[in-house]
């Protein structure tokens, strides 16, 4: 399973960008899908998170700011009114299972920059 994300970059305080990032490869079934992000001197912390049935959880630091969405194979990451303190890497993960007797696994994106500039 490969993971591919893109729409990072540089954004002034206020703006906006949007994330997506797609999955390709053997895949019979992807469950939760999420976004994490990794500050510089910080822990990866999760952003958001969907679920197979449209069910999201967001940190606190983000709610009715960011909105994360799905479709089969995408998942997205729309930011709004971002701040300085929104400046990561970020990162897709996905839960899921490639065959049908393979256990459910985690997957990771290679990263993309986000920067804002107040």
């Known amino acids: 399973v490969q993971l591919v994300e893109s729409g990072g970059g540089l954004v002034q305080a206020g703006g906006s960008l949007g994330l997506s990032c797609v999955a390709s490869?053997?895949?019979?079934?992807?469950?939760?899908m999420a976004w994490y992000r990794q500050a510089p001197g910080k822990q990866r912390s999760l952003v958001a998170s969907?679920?197979?049935?449209?069910s999201t959880n967001y940190a606190d630091s983000v709610k009715d700011r960011f909105t994360i969405s799905r479709d089969k194979i995408t998942v997205y990451l729309q930011m709004n009114n971002l701040k300085p303190e929104d400046t990561a890497v970020y990162y897709c993960?996905?839960?899921?299972?490639?065959?049908?007797?393979?256990?459910?696994?985690?997957?990771w994106g290679q990263g993309t920059q986000v920067t804002v500039s107040s």
């Open positions: 490869g053997t895949i019979l079934r992807i469950n939760t």
């Open positions: 993960n996905i839960n899921a299972k490639e065959r049908f007797y393979d256990n459910n696994r985690d997957y």
């Open positions: 969907i679920t197979s049935g449209f």
